[in-house]
């Protein structure tokens, strides 16, 4: 599997806090950081982690959509579009709009009724069209559409049912084949298996790995199941209390995970063969509107030692590739940490 | 057809049903209430002074229930009546004997209708559009202040709001008529005068109505586009960069307006007893109005003819919206 190094979406120190005013107290939820990502052109990227530690969060960030009240504190993302980096939190709405679908496009939840109730598919797919593409080529694209919608392997008179009249996978396929449709060079899933009965995960895995050998474009995967980054990612990031803590190739994280959190996430998998009893993480991640002092994971970390208690440790590279934030693993380069 | 088998006609049944249903309850209710319409006339006459032989008492008794078909027993009287009705015939009035009730009702009708189908009109229509702007775009400044205006103004109880008006523009500020429906002495004539006259008349009930009626549909319209501006598919049309006017149209409002429909229909129903409140502050001749009196004075004719209207145009509206739901809804489907 040969990775191109040219990074297409950049995160530099991003914070995303939830701020509620809470009958006169403002309360702030550090859902995304202090978070570095250098995600490539062409590769799956996973993001995993326990829920309730920023992952959905991060993505909204990624795809730039922060509405109060989530709100950017700090940091920017970058994407690269036709070659030229481009900061995109400073864009105007219509731009912002623009880039949507076209360059960038989101795969939601399975479970979530993501089709307009009233309209037919093939109506929600014009205005989807219509918003994006000038009017002369409409016609074309909705030819392609329904060309895409038979090679993803779905029946062609899909475009004239209603949603509620389709399965639930069907609807999830259907939703994905629109996220392609405009040959986007980055696609967001958030948790598209989740909800999904295993028959029904295999194929939207494969429909997912299918559209990005087709486009040759990235893919960003959130979802807590380590089964499917397993199957389906290049690289895994993961996530822990609002910060990346450990990221490395797919291999790196499962032969080697060296945070304790990582190693729990991956022993909580079951093997083939082995009898043992899995053991998943002791307690429960702590809210992110009141970290721990130092580093966040500590309170469940079996090997905590007192500078734990203190200060968050940077990133060390024990690998090419391959990053932790951990005190365990070293002291990390201060000021760069996650 | 397996719609007409299977849904249409148990739902037509059920309609007639209930017409009937209703029509029985209004033929009995008014006979077990104290109010003896026959004692009522002899009352007053007795009132005006005329003293009256013993015998001549017992004639004028026996005249007056043969006229007023109140003969026999209340069984008798029920075959009767339904006899009269399907030769469209409602009978006499007793209180404002003997008009008969088709003509009362001919007379008030249009009053009632031309002011509440316009102002049922214009405060959905009106209170929709702005319900519907002001829930998408409930962030905005003009948005809150359209609501605190809305919370203020919808509580009022609607005597007071309308007597308010009244007193304001009518008697501080002479601006409008104190009373009436037209000018007294105006024959109704097809004239810009008259329906300048009507409308001039018309004009602080029907504001009156469409504040309040309009601030309800405000509210209701306004937490439902908020509600649907939170699911999922309108979030996901955002998400895949629909453009705003595609999302507030096609996604919200269309999904919005949903149950809208189903409470216009009811409220056009409920046209037809009128509205009583507004035709007593305003004097306005309506339905509201002669119901009113029909009730005080015991007037069975006159509560069974208003109260016809009024089961019949509440369940037909009902059973409108039934009927063309899938037209708006294709998630409903008859089977």
Redesign the interface.
């Known amino acids: 599997m040969e990775i191109q190094t040219e990074t297409i979406l950049r995160t530099e120190n991003l914070k995303a806090f939830y701020v509620l005013d809470m009958h006169g107290t403002q309360k702030i939820v550090k859902a995304v950081n202090e978070v570095d990502l250098a995600i490539k052109e062409n590769e799956i990227y996973g993001i995993a982690g326990e829920s309730g530690c920023g992952k959905t969060t991060l993505l909204k960030a990624l795809?730039n959509?922060i509405e109060?009240p989530l709100r950017l504190i700090g940091g920017k993302i970058y994407y690269r579009v036709n070659w030229e980096e481009v900061e995109v939190t400073s864009l105007s709405p219509e731009e912002k709009?623009?880039?949507?679908?076209?360059y960038i496009?989101?795969i939601?939840q399975g479970s979530?009724?993501?089709?307009?109730?009233?309209?037919?598919i093939k109506?929600s797919y014009q205005?989807?069209i219509?918003?994006?593409v000038p009017e002369q080529s409409r016609k074309e694209t909705m030819e392609l559409a329904q060309k895409q919608i038979v090679e993803l392997g779905l029946p062609k008179n899909i475009l004239n049912a209603?949603p509620?009249q389709l399965s639930g996978g069907m609807r999830q396929r259907v939703?994905i084949a629109?996220?392609a449709l405009l040959s986007p060079r980055i696609m967001i899933g958030d948790e598209p298996t989740t909800a999904l009965d295993v028959v029904v995960q295999r194929g939207v895995i494969q429909m997912l790995k299918e559209i990005q050998r087709k486009l040759q474009n990235t893919i960003i995967l959130v979802t807590h199941d380590m089964g499917v980054h397993a199957n389906v990612a290049h690289r895994i990031g993961i996530m822990y209390a609002g910060k990346i803590v450990e990221e490395g190739t797919t291999i790196q994280i499962f032969d080697n995970p060296l945070h304790p959190y990582t190693q729990f996430l991956i022993n909580s998998l079951p093997k083939f063969g082995d009898k043992m009893m899995r053991e998943s993480v002791p307690g429960s991640p702590p809210s992110l509107a009141d970290l721990p002092r130092g580093c966040p994971f500590h309170p469940r970390c079996p090997y905590t030692k007192d500078i734990c208690r203190e200060s968050m440790p940077g990133f060390s590279y024990p690998d090419e590739k391959h990053r932790v934030a951990c005190w365990l693993i070293g002291e990390g380069e201060h000021g760069k940490a996650s | 057809m397996a719609f007409v088998k299977r849904y249409l006609i148990p739902r037509l049944i059920q309609y007639f049903l209930v017409i009937w249903l209703g029509i029985t309850v209004v033929f009995l209710i008014p006979r077990l209430t104290p109010n003896d319409p026959i004692m009522r006339v002899i009352g007053e006459l007795r009132g005006r002074g005329s003293t009256l032989e013993p015998g001549a008492m017992d004639g004028i008794i026996r005249d007056l229930t043969q006229l007023y078909g109140l003969e026999g027993s209340w069984l008798d009287q029920y075959w009767a009546f339904w006899g009269r009705l399907f030769r469209g015939d409602l009978g006499v009035s007793f209180f404002q004997f003997p008009a008969r009730v088709n003509q009362l009702i001919a007379v008030a009708m249009p009053w009632t209708l031309g002011l509440l189908l316009t102002t049922t009109a214009i405060s959905w229509i009106v209170g929709n559009i702005i319900g519907g702007l002001a829930g998408y775009y409930s962030r905005k400044s003009w948005s809150r202040i359209l609501d605190a205006i809305a919370m203020v103004v919808r509580p009022l109880p609607y005597y007071i709001f309308a007597f308010a008006l009244l007193l304001l523009f009518a008697y501080v500020v002479r601006w409008f008529p104190i009373t009436g429906g037209a000018s007294l002495g105006a024959v109704p004539t097809f004239t810009w005068a008259y329906i300048k006259d009507v409308l001039w008349h018309s004009f602080l009930p029907a504001l009156s109505l469409c504040v309040l009626g309009g601030a309800v549909t405000f509210q209701t319209m306004k937490l439902i586009v908020q509600n649907v501006n939170a699911e999922n598919f309108v979030q996901y049309a955002k998400m895949g960069g629909v453009t705003e006017d595609r999302i507030v149209g096609k996604y919200v409002i269309r999904n919005a307006v949903l149950p809208q429909i189903t409470g216009l229909a009811l409220s056009i129903g409920q046209i037809f007893s009128g509205a009583l409140i507004t035709e007593i502050v305003y004097g306005y001749p309506g339905l509201g109005m002669l119901l009113y009196r029909a009730i005080v004075n015991g007037d069975y004719n006159l509560i069974m003819g208003i109260t016809l209207f009024s089961i019949i145009a509440i369940t037909t509206a009902i059973l409108i919206v039934d009927l063309t739901y899938p037209l708006f809804d294709p998630r409903v489907r008859y089977k």
Do not use: C, G, I, W
């Open positions: 795809f959509v109060p709009r623009r880039l949507r679908l076209e496009s989101y939601p979530m009724s993501v089709l307009n109730p009233v309209l037919k109506e205005d989807f219509a918003s994006h209603y509620h939703t629109l996220s």
